[in-house]
């Protein structure tokens, strides 16, 4: 049936699409959201033995760690294609989130959340953005801002419906997720998963009519300075966001708001970024990459700086509105530039280094917050440093050159492909 289905091109990348997205949502038990779900209830589980400061250690290892991940699942696609790396990655964490129900002791715990973090947070997302980027040879923007739009809605649905379990024992939710990854997941992965045109040809010569995958090795893409700043710019972002997720109740208490306002701060955010997600889509591909990214910096600097400052619901919602803007914008250019820049032959090694360092940002995130906080008891020194920071990135950002991989010939060759620099 995949083969049948992977006839359908070009329209078939437009499948790639929400099949990515379905991927990047099963990654919820090895992402923070998701085992925050149930952290109260693994503190109160006797059987583990683990209190709340051993756990966020515990979590912390586990995060850096399962960045290690990352690496090696780029190196497996690029050699062995999506299907099988999607297939074998859901299998494992559905495999290992069942197995993380019947276990005891905060050893086994630590190793179970070290695997959902390497399978899920890690590996998974590795291939769910690579997917896209695979189908997509160039004008990624727009395809990338649909994948994103359609994640968020699927973040969504999945939290309305663990919503009702709030309250039930978390080994019953954790057992759910398994089965839905081996039942759902699992055969959506075989069957829709196909890789492009390219990696089908079979034997030593590929057909005439295939164009050749061309691109960046990871070195060569390492070498240069867009890889750089476009990664700054999303660890900054993702140190911000990680920082925020988990200690946005008590910046906000300290200055004065109610717990409630926390919730709205999060809700508006997560409004605006679902309804600006096509409109970057489309602007990014009308503009400068790096010019879109120093905006969204800039507009992401000014919002963190003024954040201690902020004493009044109307200046939290305008604070709402900037970051989610700047965030939605971010998070598109992220999953887009890396196969734009660099071409699609060494897409997963690259992205892998990508992901992996973003994964390093998220942990370094709320032991940054939690380390000013406890030396200067508020969390306004690290905003400003933070938005200083953003800044300077923003500011190498919009004079970056980003490259274009030009597009090899129809002839096989053993050669590094030709490579051009091309200002945006």
């Known amino acids: 049936m995949s083969r049948y289905l992977s006839q359908l091109r070009p329209n078939y990348a437009w499948v790639i699409v929400p099949v990515a997205a379905l991927a990047m949502v099963a990654t919820l038990p090895g992402r923070t959201h998701g085992l925050g779900m149930i952290t109260e209830r693994l503190l109160a589980d006797p059987s583990l033995g683990i209190d709340r400061d051993m756990y966020g250690d515990m979590n912390a290892w586990a995060t850096i760690l399962g960045a290690a991940f990352c690496l090696p699942c780029g190196y497996l696609i690029d050699r062995f294609g999506l299907r099988l790396n999607l297939t074998v990655t859901v299998a494992a964490l559905g495999a290992v989130v069942l197995w993380m129900t019947v276990l005891s002791g905060r050893w086994p715990l630590f190793i179970a959340i070290l695997l959902t973090r390497g399978f899920g947070q890690s590996a998974l997302s590795v291939i769910s953005i690579t997917m896209v980027g695979k189908w997509y040879r160039d004008r990624l923007s727009m395809p990338m801002a649909v994948y994103s739009l359609l994640l968020s809605v699927g ?4 939290a309305q419906l663990a919503k009702p379990f709030a309250t039930a024992e978390w080994r019953t939710v954790w057992a759910g997720m398994g089965w839905l990854l081996l039942l759902v997941m699992l055969p959506v992965a075989w069957i829709f998963t196909r890789d492009p ?3 089908e040809s079979a034997g030593p010569v590929p057909a005439p009519s295939v164009p050749q995958a061309e691109g960046f090795t990871l070195w060569q893409a390492m070498r240069t300075s867009a890889f750089w700043v476009f990664s700054l710019g999303i660890c900054i972002v993702a140190m911000v966001t990680s920082g925020q997720s988990l200690f946005g109740e008590s910046i906000l208490t300290q200055q004065d708001f109610p717990i409630a306002a926390y919730y709205n701060l999060m809700i508006l955010t997560g409004t605006i970024g679902l ?3 096509l409109p970057v889509g489309w602007f990014a591909r009308r503009s400068p990459m790096g010019r879109l990214q120093a905006v969204a910096l800039i507009l992401m600097g000014a919002c ?10 109307w200046e939290l919602n305008l604070y709402a509105v900037g970051m989610g803007l700047s965030g939605t914008t971010m998070t598109v250019l992220f ?9 699609r032959a060494h897409l997963g090694e690259i992205q892998a280094v990508a992901q992996m360092l973003t994964v390093f940002a998220s942990a370094a995130g709320p032991k940054v917050l939690t380390a000013c906080h406890a030396r200067t008891g ?3 020194l690290v905003f400003e440093i933070l938005a200083a920071s953003t800044i300077v990135v923003a500011a190498a950002s919009w004079f970056v050159w980003v490259p274009r991989p030009l597009a090899q010939s129809n002839i096989a060759t053993e050669t590094e492909p030709e490579l051009q620099l091309a200002a945006q």
């Open 155 to 158: 973040f969504v649905g999945a």
């Open 197 to 199: 045109p390219a990696a």
């Open 275 to 277: 309804m600006v997600k």
């Open 304 to 313: 963190l700086f003024w954040l201690p400052l902020i004493r009044s619901n």
């Open 335 to 343: 999953f887009a530039v890396w196969g734009q820049a660099f071409g």
């Open 378 to 380: 508020s969390y306004a």
